[in-house]
């Protein structure tokens, strides 16, 4: 069992850039892969960008490919992601989530049902 903590959200301008964080529990992080979602108001949850727990795979969702990276830190049982170019349209909370997995270069998503572990989520608020 895994247990996950966001940080890093906040208000920033548009335009501007915030890198998020996850903080994985345990010491299984690199058997774990894993993604993060968004949700907005009255929107249903969405995938954002998915990594394998090798680092060696990755998905983006069209909507921030060129202006988000996901990356970990396994060392450190730590995910991140930095989103740059933010728009009002990424305003939402911010959810981490993860997946015991066997494969190096597995993912999983869009479908928020294929992750088994959630963190609170964090808010995101982008200013016009």
């Known amino acids: 069992q895994v247990q996950l903590v966001e940080s890093g959200g906040g208000l920033v301008q548009a335009g501007g850039s915030l890198r998020l964080s996850c903080a994985a529990s345990g010491r299984t992080f690199t058997t774990y892969s894993m993604g993060w979602f968004r949700q907005a108001p009255g929107k249903d949850r969405e995938s954002v960008a998915a990594l394998s727990r090798s680092d060696g795979n990755r998905y983006y969702a069209d909507s921030v490919k060129g202006r988000f990276t996901i990356s970990r830190y396994n060392a450190k049982n730590t995910m991140y992601l930095q989103m740059n170019s933010l728009n009002p349209e990424d305003t939402a909370v911010y959810y981490c989530?993860?997946?015991?997995?066997?494969?190096?270069?597995?993912?999983?998503?869009?479908?928020?049902?294929?992750?088994?572990?959630w963190g609170q989520g964090t808010q995101v608020t982008v200013s016009s």
């Open positions: 989530a993860a997946r015991a997995s066997a494969y190096d270069y597995r993912i999983y998503g869009p479908n928020p049902h294929e992750y088994d572990y």
